[in-house]
């Protein structure tokens, strides 16, 4: 079962200010419009964004936070036109360090980001209620974690690049129970599977399936 988790890497690089409109309201402070048609507001230092600001695009996706040589990069709260919503740290424009993501359909993710993905530790809940919790790399479920599915089903144990991989506990919503090594999503290699009914096998397992 591969959970691929939906990103948005938002990278902003701007370089000297160049406003077609600009108006300094106080010592290195300005309200910009530039050529984009985007509004910056806020305090500057030598021509770039630095300090905290607001910049607001067309489009609607709005930025208030902290600004570091004309990017993002701080704390700081990314909000996207389609209603997704980012408070956390950014660093050269990404989401970088601790956050909280909600998109727009309810799904959540709070804990570690690294270049824009869920990367370190990390609670993911998704709109039906499916929810993990444990390490992420790279964007996936990937380390020692505890997955469980909106009908009831649970892992607990090892994944790989969103699968189970390595060693753990499934227990389906019927009341089957799987301890022992997993492979690509499946039982794979020793383990004892318990049925709801209680009937037991200890053995091998190859691509799910026991091998007699």
């Known amino acids: ?124 809940i998704s709109r039906t209620g499916t929810t993990y919790k444990g390490e992420f790399k790279n964007g996936l479920y990937h380390g020692k974690g505890v997955f469980v599915s909106h009908s009831g089903t649970r892992y607990e144990g090892d994944f790989k690049e969103g699968l189970y991989n390595g060693d753990g506990v499934f227990i389906s919503h019927s009341g089957t129970r799987y301890e022992g090594q997993f492979k690509d999503g499946l039982p794979h290699g020793n383990g004892i599977l318990i049925s709801g009914s209680g009937e037991i096998y200890k053995g091998k397992f190859e691509k799910g399936k026991k091998v007699k």
């Not at 690089?13 to 300094?24: L, T, W």
């Not at 402070?29 to 607001?56: A, C, M, R, W």
């Not at 389609?82 to 950014?90: I, L, P, Q, V, W």
Request: charged share 25%; glycine share 16%.
């Open 1 to 124: 079962m591969k959970k691929t988790l939906t990103v948005i890497i938002v990278l902003i690089i701007f370089s000297a200010i160049s406003p077609c409109n600009a108006e300094q309201t106080g010592d290195n402070y300005v309200k910009t419009t530039l050529p984009d048609g985007s509004i910056y507001e806020g305090h500057f230092k030598e021509n770039l964004f630095n300090g905290h600001g607001t910049l607001t695009w067309r489009d609607g996706s709005r930025y208030e936070g902290e600004f570091k040589d004309g990017q993002i990069n701080g704390k700081g709260i990314f909000t996207y036109r389609n209603g997704s919503r980012y408070a956390g740290e950014f660093k050269s424009g990404l989401k970088n360090g601790k956050g909280v993501f909600k998109d727009q359909n309810g799904t959540s993710y709070k804990g570690d980001f690294k270049d824009g993905l869920y990367h370190g530790k990390g609670v993911f």
